[in-house]
């Protein structure tokens, strides 16, 4: 059983600075892209940040220069580092990884449990 589990969320001031975890535990053989989601109140899931196993990243347009993030495959692990932020990052944070788990034959999707982030003053 695959799990992922994240940390970090809270309230912070605009301008303010936040760093979110993830963490993969469970029968994995093996981990490709992992990335960063989030979805605000009455809005759709979207994409903040991606990375393959092999370090390239992708960022959303309205986070380019703001975020940063980084993962430790030897810890499986994910991190997203959130400077300058601003109210409209308001939003749930979900960890997303692309996991072939021990004894699987292929690579399924699995998400976190979420964590929130306000950015508040």
């Known amino acids: 059983q695959v799990q992922l589990v994240e940390s970090g969320g809270g309230l912070v001031q605009p301008g303010g600075s936040l760093r979110l975890s993830c963490t993969a535990s469970?029968?994995?053989?093996?981990?490709?892209?992992m990335g960063w989601y989030r979805q605000a109140p009455g809005k759709q899931r979207e994409l903040v940040a991606t990375?393959?196993?092999?370090?390239?990243?992708d960022y959303a347009n309205s986070v380019k220069g703001r975020f940063t993030i980084s993962r430790d495959n030897a810890k499986n692990s994910l991190y997203l580092q959130m400077n300058s932020l601003k109210p409209e990052d308001t939003a749930v944070y979900f960890c997303?990884?692309?996991?072939?788990?021990?004894?699987?034959?292929?690579?399924?999707?699995?998400w976190g449990q979420g964590t929130q982030v306000t950015v508040s003053s």
């Open positions: 469970g029968s994995i053989a093996s981990i490709n892209v």
């Open positions: 997303k990884a692309v996991i072939l788990a021990v004894d699987s034959g292929s690579y399924y999707n699995y």
């Open positions: 990375i393959t196993n092999g370090g390239r990243t």
